[in-house]
């Protein structure tokens, strides 16, 4: 059983910058495949970007591509998520998740944390 606390989330002018964190309870989060996803408002939930259990492989969304970065301190069993250049286009309720396997699809991710929101102003 893994809980997920994602924090960070606030409004932002365009070009700015934001690190989101996912704090994780658990003993098996090492195991686990960390993911970052969003939803926007009358959107389907969407990938962000994903990195493995040990940190070594990460994978990104061609919208965040380049301004986005993954990563993971299993030492302090949280993922991060810094954003740069934001757009209001990324602007968004942001969700972290954790899967047994490497992947994108939403439907391999077993556990997800509340969410938080980032708004991005024009």
């Known amino acids: 059983q893994v809980q997920l606390v994602e924090s960070g989330g606030r409004l932002v002018q365009a070009g700015g910058s934001l690190r989101l964190s996912c704090a994780a309870s658990?003993?098996?989060?090492?195991?686990?495949?960390m993911g970052w996803f969003r939803q926007a408002p009358g959107k389907e939930r969407e990938f962000v970007a994903t990195?493995?259990?040990?940190?070594?492989?990460?994978y990104y969304s061609d919208s965040v591509k380049g301004r986005f970065t993954i990563s993971r301190d299993n030492a302090k069993i949280t993922v991060y998520l810094q954003m740069n250049s934001l757009k209001p286009e990324d602007t968004a309720v942001y969700y972290c998740?954790?899967?047994?396997?490497?992947?994108?699809?939403?439907?391999?991710?077993?556990?997800w944390g509340q969410g938080t929101q980032v708004t991005v102003s024009s």
């Open positions: 658990g003993r098996t989060f090492r195991r686990y495949t």
């Open positions: 998740a954790a899967s047994p396997l490497v992947g994108t699809s939403t439907g391999l991710y077993d556990y």
């Open positions: 990195i493995t259990e040990g940190g070594r492989l990460t």
